[in-house]
Structures are given as structure tokens and as C-alpha cells.
């Protein structure tokens, strides 16, 4: 038998079973220093101070650093360096072909119709001859040059900001007005693109990269990709209003169903909308469809990307696990 010592330093046997006459379902029983027995609790623990703590050489053990690709740490409000992600193509296939305006584009030396036009004007060499054939592919182990520079391959670079308003969604305008890309001209050297487009008064998630063929999958139609609006109008939302808007409103010969429509406040103001459609303006084209103005556009999520963390007019780089999330299309 195990033996156990009391508080008085007298020795008592303890029993292997349960005593006789005690129930079956009896939880196990321990005496405190009252000398009275009682069921211990559901869970119990001994308090922290109580508890040993491991020690090498007397000193307690670090705990490892966090691994690599974690939450981004902040340093008086920028994401650090260490942090700041960008990717290359590591495990190019040399002996795939692609076409030569591609290659160009993803290089950053300009998109594919320009490429196109670089082209034909004789300016690409491919191992020291000149192409000027459109539809001409290259491998990446070719003598890629432009204007008889070698042309190499850029990391790619995924930006998520949260727009402000009066800011235009363009590379470039010629009103000269402040566009997204003034905002995060610092953040990077490579030539870097919005994914789709805000209105200039439209707020919330807007992703810029140079990966233009995660672009043409987050902006093509048949990928059906989720967009999560906060939307305030001018007047509350009337309940014949909103049955013909979760019936679908037809805009431009296309019927647009929302997928969900919530009123996260207590009035009828403020909406929730959660939509596919990429049709320009669409979500402020609904509510001007039933009578109502748009006062106020936020879009709070675009294929599963938040601005969670993110101020008004500020940007962070998207993690690994956030690019892995966008590159297989779970959004």
C-alpha cells in the first residue's frame, strides 16, 4: 500500500479502492488541514506561486523566438523589415516556356500591352537577336534585354491599404490628383498596380501587387470573389426596399443578387452587404436603383483580407500564410 503522512506527522494507510459503503461515482477525496474530507473539485489546480518552476543552473529557461511568417511587430507604428514580405519565384521550371510580353511584365519593366508595343518597335533582344513577334515565348534561362539591358525577374510584392477618401484607385492621373499609389510610393522599387478599383470617395481594402496573375484571378468574374461593404445612407432602409434588393436589381442587363444584407446597428441607416459583382460603383448603383443615396462606402473585406490593425491611409505587407490563402483561391 501507499502510505501518505497527515498534518499532525502521523502516517495513515491509503486505500487502493474505494472505501466501503462509498458510492461508486465518488470523486477522489483529499483532507485539507481542517481535517475534514471533501471531494476534490472538478478541474482543480494548485495556485501558481505553487507550482515549481523549471530552472537551468538557476535561471529559468527562454522561450524560443516566434517563428518567421507570424503576426508583423510594430516599431513606433511601421511594420519592421524583418517583416516586410516580398517573394520571388523560387522553383521556376527553366524548361517551361512563356510568352515574351509576360516575362517583361513581371520583370516591372512595364505591363503586357506596353510590352506588346516595346516589341514591335524592335527594342527586346532574346539571345542577342531581335524579336518582334508578339506571340514569341522565352525561358527563364534566356539573354532577356531591353534597350540592351538584361531584364531580370522582380520579387513579387503584396500591399494591403486601407484607402482613404479623395484619393483616386490608378497608377497614374493626369488631373494630378492623389492616387493610392502616392501612399505607398516608398514601400517598395518594384512597379506596383491596384487589384480592381475603389471610387475616389470609397474607403476600406485595397490589395496592390506586381503579380499580375493573382490579379487576374481576384478580378475575373468566373472567381466570384467576396467583397464585404459597411454601407450609410441617407434615410433608413424601408422593408419593401429591402425585400427588392435581396430579390436582385438588374444593372446593366445583369440581375445582382446580394449574398448577405445585415443591419449591424439598431437603425436602418447603416447596412451590412456582402456582394460578388464587380459592376463599377455597384453598391452605391443598388440603393440609387430603390431611391436611396450612398452617404458613406467602406469595404471592409476583399477575398478574405481585413484591414484589422490597419489605420485609415495605411498599409502593411500581407504575411506568407495570407499570400498561400489568396494564391489557391480560398476566398
Known amino acids: 500500500m501507499f502510505e501518505n503522512s497527515s498534518n499532525n506527522g502521523e502516517r495513515r494507510p491509503r486505500p487502493r479502492f474505494r472505501r466501503e459503503g462509498e458510492p461508486v461515482s465518488a470523486r477522489p477525496r483529499f483532507r485539507h488541514e481542517d481535517g475534514e474530507s471533501r471531494p476534490k473539485p472538478f478541474g482543480f489546480k494548485t495556485e501558481r506561486a505553487e507550482r515549481p518552476q523549471r530552472s537551468f543552473d538557476g535561471e529559468r529557461p527562454q522561450r524560443p523566438n516566434k517563428p518567421f511568417g507570424g503576426k508583423p511587430k510594430r516599431n513606433n ?8 514580405q516580398a517573394y520571388i519565384e523560387e522553383h521556376l521550371d527553366p524548361t517551361k516556356p512563356v510568352r515574351l510580353n509576360k516575362y517583361l511584365a513581371n520583370a ?19 539571345n542577342g537577336a531581335t524579336v518582334d513577334s508578339l506571340g514569341a515565348k522565352v525561358l527563364p534561362t534566356d539573354d532577356i534585354r531591353f534597350h540592351d539591358q538584361p531584364v531580370r525577374r522582380e520579387r513579387k510584392v503584396y500591399i494591403l491599404l486601407n ?40 474607403t476600406g481594402v485595397l490589395l496592390l501587387t506586381n503579380d499580375g496573375d493573382l490579379a487576374a484571378k481576384l478580378t475575373h ?51 451590412g452587404l456582402e456582394i460578388h459583382s464587380g459592376q463599377n460603383r455597384v453598391v452605391r448603383r443598388i440603393f440609387e436603383k430603390v431611391g436611396y443615396k450612398v452617404v458613406n462606402l467602406d469595404r471592409v473585406s476583399f477575398a ?18 495570407e499570400v498561400a490563402y489568396l494564391q ?3 476566398w
Open 328 to 330: 489557391m483561391g480560398n
Open 163 to 202: 484607402k482613404p477618401k479623395n484619393t483616386v484607385t490608378t497608377t497614374d492621373d493626369p488631373q494630378e490628383r492623389h492616387t493610392v499609389i502616392d501612399i505607398v510610393r516608398n514601400a517598395c522599387p518594384e512597379r506596383i498596380y491596384p487589384v480592381g478599383r475603389l471610387d475616389r470617395n470609397t
Open 221 to 271: 468574374p468566373k472567381y466570384n470573389k467576396k467583397k464585404i461593404y459597411a454601407v450609410t445612407l441617407d434615410k433608413e432602409l424601408d422593408e419593401v426596399d429591402e425585400a427588392i434588393i435581396r430579390a436582385g436589381v438588374v444593372l446593366d442587363d445583369e440581375r445582382i443578387i446580394p449574398d448577405a444584407l445585415e443591419f449591424p446597428k439598431e437603425d436602418r441607416k447603416h447596412i
Open 108 to 126: 516591372g519593366i512595364c505591363s503586357r500591352r506596353e510590352a506588346d508595343d516595346f516589341i514591335q518597335a524592335g527594342v527586346i533582344t532574346v
Open 77 to 84: 507604428g511601421v511594420y519592421s523589415h524583418r517583416k516586410q
Open 304 to 321: 478574405g483580407l481585413t484591414k484589422k490593425n490597419v489605420g485609415r491611409g495605411k498599409w502593411r505587407f500581407l504575411t506568407p500564410k
